[in-house]
């Protein structure tokens, strides 16, 4: 009898559901109100998700399931490194999840979308975390992870997933950090380094320098004011610690970051000066937008619910300034930098104004002096990306903000603080009700050109009035608080709310596109007919001219066409600087049909080059010129013929070739990393490959290496002795190699 009532007790006992369990729901559910039409594929998202995403990662995965690396593309710029492009993310776990979600079946774009969602729920999650180790009550992480998750920063990235992904990460690495410092235990640096290790592989080097230079500042504030009284034996302690931590995870991301470091010497990268790397700079009229992030315009996937952004020239500085956090999270990260007792908000404080001073790139006077001396800073475009590491920062702010908003009752001196700030907020209502009424009066038309345009002018007054709607309801946050000393719940629910509603409002349609991939890349006629001629010959395609496009950007990589134009952050220097005629550059680069533009019937075609030179073919002269313009200049000539004569920009180590011979050359083997040519020739020479020069190829004759010449500026030549011989050339993994034994150790 008595064992029935103990079992009784004991099944009457509640089960603990842990808070994060609560948070990924809500956030779950969010993601879906926010993102249901992509996710019931009604709408689809767009930009670099559907031009270079959807084609890269189909590369990708082809190669995997075989077991190969991609290491060569040979689809697009004639070809170029692959694997070697740190923003490809060939080596990121997460990618390799979602893949091969339908196994090895081809990929699906719902894939592609599926990566970026889940990154908002990692986004939440790794938020969650950050705050609990920052002490941070439950329910107020849930707002955290609300405005992170729907930052505008976020909403305006999910169409690239590199930026989305380091973002995600980026919180659980803090966690790590903090960890490291409070508790120094070497689980956390083992941990963390791993973390950093996947962020670096997420692929977005940019965002995941700038982390690990925040990381560095956050370190430096953390030791000065809460350990100089023990200041010796504290960095002795530590920095042997936090030097592990990041040597764990760049060793890790090692067999992905060598190969990248010895790729980038040879991409338009390797020489930038400072007017192309402030290219993208934060203008400070930008500014504006924390407050009211569409008065300049918006751009969105289908069509935009204001103006087209009319700030910058183009586009994507839209969405590359994605600085709006909502009306209320930026009061409370006001309120909570003016009065909560904290001391780390001060880091935070730092960072967010150096990250957004930043930003302003050319407009911010010392940051010339920075590109110097930072590391870099001289290597990216667009400094506005500092707004990642802003959005961080600031929502942290806003976070601690909520925190000391919601304390205990009984702490009156909070409210003192909480009425005092409502009475700046009013003050600021004032001031935007009368600017309001001068923008409705049109008092300002005559301060912006751009304003004599009534439909911008109307959005302008729009703006506006959203902005006083959620000011009004960050006041009325504020007024309620000092009547309602209880139920601190009820703050959290509705400051959740008021922002998911704000963040929702600004950037839903922004990812959205009407256009599916079936739509956008649709297997035409033109597409099977060049396939089939690819089965006879290898060649190549121009498919651009003038802005009109026979393919859209990276499509040929879908069709397994090998195009002379490309969509990559990484193309080769030397393939941009071949500044040749259009006609002499489809000779050399063994394009055989190009692009037909009929602009009487508004038509476009293909049409045979009837000059193109073919892929591989054997040469009985040379010819040395060491200076590149001279090599240049020779090919927008006709003094030479290029099926007879090769440039080098060498002297061979050779014996002397010619006279003239018989030849034949065939292809035995064609594969994107391996190519075999047969040779047959009755004198020696030089055989020549209408394939682009990289160092990381190497060459067999007969199965001895031998060397690979730069010839005709961009291709690769071969000397062949006279008689029958295999030329095998194959892409060299000795750098990824290299990498992957660091990673290993």
């Given at each position: 009898?008595?064992?029935?009532?103990?079992?009784?007790?004991?099944?009457?006992?509640?089960?603990?559901?842990?808070?994060?369990?609560?948070?990924?729901?809500?956030?779950?559910?969010?993601?879906?109100?926010?993102?249901?039409?992509?996710?019931?594929?009604?709408?689809?998202?767009?930009?670099?998700?559907?031009?270079?995403?959807?084609?890269?990662?189909?590369?990708?995965?082809?190669?995997?399931?075989?077991?190969?690396?991609?290491?060569?593309?040979?689809?697009?710029?004639?070809?170029?490194?692959?694997?070697?492009?740190?923003?490809?993310?060939?080596?990121?776990?997460?990618?390799?999840?979602?893949?091969?979600?339908?196994?090895?079946?081809?990929?699906?774009?719902?894939?592609?979308?599926?990566?970026?969602?889940?990154?908002?729920?990692?986004?939440?999650?790794?938020?969650?975390?950050?705050?609990?180790?920052?002490?941070?009550?439950?329910?107020?992480?849930?707002?955290?992870?609300?405005?992170?998750?729907?930052?505008?920063?976020?909403?305006?990235?999910?169409?690239?997933?590199?930026?989305?992904?380091?973002?995600?990460?980026?919180?659980?690495?803090?966690?790590?950090?903090?960890?490291?410092?409070?508790?120094?235990?070497?689980?956390?640096?083992?941990?963390?380094?791993?973390?950093?290790?996947?962020?670096?592989?997420?692929?977005?080097?940019?965002?995941?320098?700038?982390?690990?230079?925040?990381?560095?500042?956050?370190?430096?504030?953390?030791?000065?004011?809460?350990?100089?009284?023990?200041?010796?034996?504290?960095?002795?302690?530590?920095?042997?610690?936090?030097?592990?931590?990041?040597?764990?995870?760049?060793?890790?991301?090692?067999?992905?970051?060598?190969?990248?470091?010895?790729?980038?010497?040879?991409?338009?990268?390797?020489?930038?000066?400072?007017?192309?790397?402030?290219?993208?700079?934060?203008?400070?009229?930008?500014?504006?937008?924390?407050?009211?992030?569409?008065?300049?315009?918006?751009?969105?996937?289908?069509?935009?619910?204001?103006?087209?952004?009319?700030?910058?020239?183009?586009?994507?500085?839209?969405?590359?300034?994605?600085?709006?956090?909502?009306?209320?999270?930026?009061?409370?990260?006001?309120?909570?930098?003016?009065?909560?007792?904290?001391?780390?908000?001060?880091?935070?404080?730092?960072?967010?104004?150096?990250?957004?001073?930043?930003?302003?790139?050319?407009?911010?006077?010392?940051?010339?002096?920075?590109?110097?001396?930072?590391?870099?800073?001289?290597?990216?475009?667009?400094?506005?990306?500092?707004?990642?590491?802003?959005?961080?920062?600031?929502?942290?702010?806003?976070?601690?903000?909520?925190?000391?908003?919601?304390?205990?009752?009984?702490k009156v001196q909070i409210h003192v603080h909480v009425k005092k700030f409502s009475k700046y907020i009013l003050f600021l209502v004032g001031i935007n009700v009368l600017i309001y009424l001068l923008f409705l009066m049109g008092m300002f038309k005559n301060l912006n050109r751009q304003f004599s345009f009534p439909e911008i002018y109307a959005n302008s007054q729009k703006q506006f009035a959203v902005f006083l709607i959620y000011l009004l309801f960050t006041w009325l946050f504020f007024v309620l608080r000092v009547k309602i000393r209880t139920k601190t719940a009820l703050f959290v629910i509705l400051a959740s709310i008021i922002s998911f509603i704000d963040l929702y409002q600004f950037g839903n349609k922004f990812s959205k596109s009407h256009i599916s991939p079936t739509d956008h890349y649709v297997y035409s006629r033109l597409i099977i007919k060049l396939q089939q001629e690819r089965?006879?010959?290898?060649?190549?395609?121009?498919?651009?001219?003038?802005?009109?496009?026979?393919?859209?950007?990276?499509?040929?990589?879908?069709?397994?066409?090998?195009?002379?134009?490309?969509?990559?952050?990484?193309?080769?220097?030397?393939?941009?600087?071949?500044?040749?005629?259009?006609?002499?550059?489809?000779?050399?680069?063994?394009?055989?049909?190009?692009?037909?533009?009929?602009?009487?019937?508004?038509?476009?075609?293909?049409?045979?080059?009837?000059?193109?030179?073919?892929?591989?073919?054997?040469?009985?002269?040379?010819?040395?010129?060491?200076?590149?313009?001279?090599?240049?200049?020779?090919?927008?000539?006709?003094?030479?013929?290029?099926?007879?004569?090769?440039?080098?920009?060498?002297?061979?180590?050779?014996?002397?070739?010619?006279?003239?011979?018989?030849?034949?050359?065939?292809?035995?083997?064609?594969?994107?990393?391996?190519?075999?040519?047969?040779?047959?020739?009755?004198?020696?020479?030089?055989?020549?490959?209408?394939?682009?020069?990289?160092?990381?190829?190497?060459?067999?004759?007969?199965?001895?290496?031998?060397?690979?010449?730069?010839?005709?500026?961009?291709?690769?030549?071969?000397?062949?002795?006279?008689?029958?011989?295999?030329?095998?050339?194959?892409?060299?993994?000795?750098?990824?190699?290299?990498?992957?034994?660091?990673?290993?150790?």
């Amino acid at each position: 009898m008595m064992k029935k009532i103990k079992r009784q007790k004991q099944s009457t006992q509640k089960v603990f559901v842990p808070p994060l369990f609560y948070c990924l729901i809500i956030i779950s559910v969010l993601i879906f109100i926010y993102y249901y039409e992509i996710i019931l594929q009604k709408k689809f998202l767009w930009d670099d998700v559907l031009y270079q995403w959807y084609p890269l990662l189909t590369f990708t995965k082809e190669h995997l399931k075989t077991f190969r690396l991609p290491v060569w593309n040979p689809y697009v710029y004639s070809g170029v490194p692959y694997l070697n492009d740190l923003s490809i993310s060939t080596f990121y776990p997460i990618n390799w999840f979602f893949l091969f979600l339908n196994k090895s079946a081809p990929l699906q774009f719902i894939q592609i979308e599926l990566i970026a969602l889940a990154h908002l729920l990692l986004t939440a999650c790794f938020v969650y975390l950050f705050l609990k180790e920052l002490k941070i009550d439950w329910q107020t992480r849930i707002y955290g992870a609300i405005i992170m998750t729907f930052s505008g920063y976020v909403s305006l990235r999910t169409i690239q997933i590199t930026p989305i992904s380091v973002f995600a990460w980026s919180f659980l690495i803090f966690y790590f950090f903090v960890r490291i410092l409070t508790r120094g235990k070497f689980f956390d640096v083992f941990w963390g380094g791993i973390f950093l290790g996947i962020a670096i592989f997420g692929g977005h080097p940019q965002f995941w320098l700038y982390l690990i230079y925040s990381l560095i500042l956050f370190y430096i504030y953390y030791t000065i004011v809460f350990k100089r009284n023990n200041l010796k034996n504290w960095l002795l302690n530590t920095l042997i610690r936090i030097v592990i931590f990041f040597l764990i995870g760049l060793g890790i991301a090692m067999v992905q970051y060598y190969p990248s470091f010895k790729y980038v010497p040879f991409t338009v990268r390797a020489k930038t000066t400072f007017e192309q790397t402030t290219d993208g700079s934060l203008l400070p009229k930008q500014l504006l937008c924390i407050f009211l992030p569409k008065f300049f315009g918006s751009v969105a996937g289908g069509n935009t619910d204001t103006v087209p952004f009319w700030a910058a020239n183009y586009g994507h500085y839209y969405w590359e300034s994605g600085i709006y956090l909502g009306v209320l999270p930026i009061f409370l990260a006001l309120f909570g930098v003016f009065y909560s007792p904290r001391k780390i908000k001060y880091a935070f404080l730092i960072i967010s104004i150096l990250a957004l001073l930043f930003a302003l790139g050319k407009y911010f006077p010392l940051y010339k002096i920075f590109w110097y001396i930072i590391p870099g800073l001289n290597r990216f475009r667009f400094p506005v990306r500092f707004l990642s590491i802003y959005t961080i920062a600031t929502g942290i702010l806003s976070i601690l903000g909520l925190e000391y908003f919601l304390l205990d009752n009984e702490k009156v001196q909070i409210h003192v603080h909480v009425k005092k700030f409502s009475k700046y907020i009013l003050f600021l209502v004032g001031i935007n009700v009368l600017i309001y009424l001068l923008f409705l009066m049109g008092m300002f038309k005559n301060l912006n050109r751009q304003f004599s345009f009534p439909e911008i002018y109307a959005n302008s007054q729009k703006q506006f009035a959203v902005f006083l709607i959620y000011l009004l309801f960050t006041w009325l946050f504020f007024v309620l608080r000092v009547k309602i000393r209880t139920k601190t719940a009820l703050f959290v629910i509705l400051a959740s709310i008021i922002s998911f509603i704000d963040l929702y409002q600004f950037g839903n349609k922004f990812s959205k596109s009407h256009i599916s991939p079936t739509d956008h890349y649709v297997y035409s006629r033109l597409i099977i007919k060049l396939q089939q001629e690819r089965q006879k010959e290898i060649f190549r395609i121009k498919t651009r001219e003038d802005g009109y496009m026979l393919l859209k950007r990276n499509e040929s990589i879908l069709w397994k066409l090998e195009a002379i134009e490309g969509y990559t952050s990484l193309p080769l220097e030397r393939y941009l600087t071949f500044n040749v005629p259009t006609s002499k550059r489809n000779e050399i680069l063994n394009v055989k049909y190009s692009i037909n533009i009929d602009t009487i019937q508004n038509r476009i075609g293909i049409i045979v080059n009837p000059k193109y030179l073919p892929r591989a073919f054997f040469c009985y002269n040379y010819l040395v010129v060491q200076d590149d313009s001279a090599v240049l200049g020779l090919l927008r000539s006709d003094s030479i013929n290029l099926r007879q004569t090769v440039i080098l920009e060498e002297q061979p180590q050779i014996p002397t070739i010619g006279p003239f011979g018989d030849d034949s050359v065939s292809i035995q083997n064609w594969q994107n990393d391996y190519i075999q040519v047969h040779v047959k020739t009755t004198a020696p020479g030089f055989l020549v490959l209408s394939e682009i020069f990289y160092p990381e190829w190497c060459a067999k004759i007969d199965g001895q290496p031998t060397k690979i010449y730069c010839a005709d500026y961009l291709l690769r030549a071969v000397y062949v002795p006279e008689g029958e011989h295999t030329i095998e050339m194959y892409y060299s993994k000795r750098n990824i190699t290299i990498g992957a034994l660091i990673s290993l150790i």
